[in-house]
């Protein structure tokens, strides 16, 4: 494989996204009979239980993954991925992260996940040198989208109002993700109205989130509405539990 095409890291679970989040009958049996030296069922029974939301049978899926995944660095960063969807071990997630980049160093997003596993264990410094880097190293879609990375850490340390002037600028480069985020930081910092709308957004036209339903419930509770608040209380915790039992 080419450099470029070992940059492009797989960000998403495939079951999620292939199966609408419900596996046929049957399917986790044929993978345990699957070549157990064989990398892809590997991932694919990790991607099943990150989508069951059971951290303890997660676990050694994720441990014999990283075994198999060698130095393939898009399965690493994969393994990574999951690791934080299903044990949320933060530190063999980052141990994946930096493998893959390791192999591939344009894998960008792999670099952003370093910067937040290291904000996520105490290394601040590390973390914001890292964001403030990647940006300027992309272009196009990928320089907004990773401006809305940042503009999320921002966010969840508390400094609303960088976080908004990150989130605009990544909406106006066209980030694909990221309205929401917006949303948040201007309901954080006083102007739930507005913030009211971006969360409106992100949530017509396609499937709902349960983030996007809980500032949406902080948007309403600002405004004096809370039986409002309370409906999108409800709606966030309806997706959680159905996704749980999937």
């Known amino acids: 494989q080419s450099a470029p095409e070992l940059a492009r890291p797989f960000h998403f679970n495939p079951m999620a996204l292939t199966l609408a989040w419900r596996a046929p009958r049957g399917l986790a049996a044929r993978l345990g009979r699957a070549d157990g030296r064989d990398p892809w069922p590997a991932m694919f029974r990790l991607s099943l239980h990150s989508m069951g939301g059971v951290p303890a049978d997660a676990a050694p899926h994720a441990r014999l993954l990283r075994e198999l995944a060698g130095g393939e660095p898009w399965m690493r960063y994969l393994c990574g991925h999951l690791e934080l969807q299903t044990t949320g071990d933060t530190a063999l997630a980052e141990a994946d992260f930096r493998a893959a980049l390791a192999v591939a160093p344009a894998m960008w997003k792999a670099e952003a996940y370093v ?120 709606a966030a915790l309806k997706l959680l539990k159905s996704r749980l039992q999937a």
Do not use: I
């Open 115 to 234: 910067a937040e596993m290291a904000l996520c264990r105490g290394r601040a410094a590390e973390a914001w040198s890292r964001m403030a880097r990647l940006p300027e190293r992309l272009t196009g879609p990928e320089r907004a989208d990773a401006r809305a990375w940042r503009g999320a850490m921002l966010l969840w340390t508390g400094r609303a109002r960088e976080a908004e002037r990150e989130l605009v600028a990544a909406a106006a480069g066209g980030a694909q993700f990221g309205r929401g985020w917006l949303g948040a930081s201007r309901v954080l910092a006083g102007r739930p109205r507005e913030g009211l709308a971006d969360l409106d957004g992100t949530l017509e036209g396609r499937a709902p989130e349960e983030e996007a339903l809980l500032w949406r419930a902080e948007a309403w509770s600002a405004l004096g509405k809370p039986a409002r608040a309370r409906q999108d209380l409800a």
